[in-house]
């Protein structure tokens, strides 16, 4: 995941979407090796110590990336309450 950013206050609606698209990617990611985990799990290839620890980091990394997607849910909100500016 690229480097994130708190503050979305200056950013324009594009930069908003495109941190949203990488957002997207990343929970996509995140979805593939939690399921990949799983699998590691079934089919034994992994210890259940292995199994907790690495599951324990990918409940913390699926929380942050819902929390990113809220923010900037909450600014596209933002980037759709405000006028757009006419030239004149």
């Not at 199994?51 to 809220?70: G, H, I």
């Not at 923010?71 to 004149?88: N, T």
Request: proline share 2%; aromatic share 4%.
């Amino acid at each position: 995941m690229a480097q994130w950013r708190e503050d979305f206050s200056t950013s324009s609606l594009q930069e908003v979407l495109e941190s949203q698209a990488e957002n997207r990617v990343w929970s996509k990611e995140l979805r593939r090796r939690s399921h990949d985990l799983v699998n590691s799990r079934l089919a034994k290839i992994i210890s259940q110590a292995d199994y907790l620890s690495t599951r324990s980091v990918a409940t913390r990394d699926a929380t942050e990336c819902r929390r990113r997607a809220l923010i900037l849910h909450s600014q596209l909100v933002r980037h759709a309450s405000i006028p757009p500016q006419r030239e004149g």
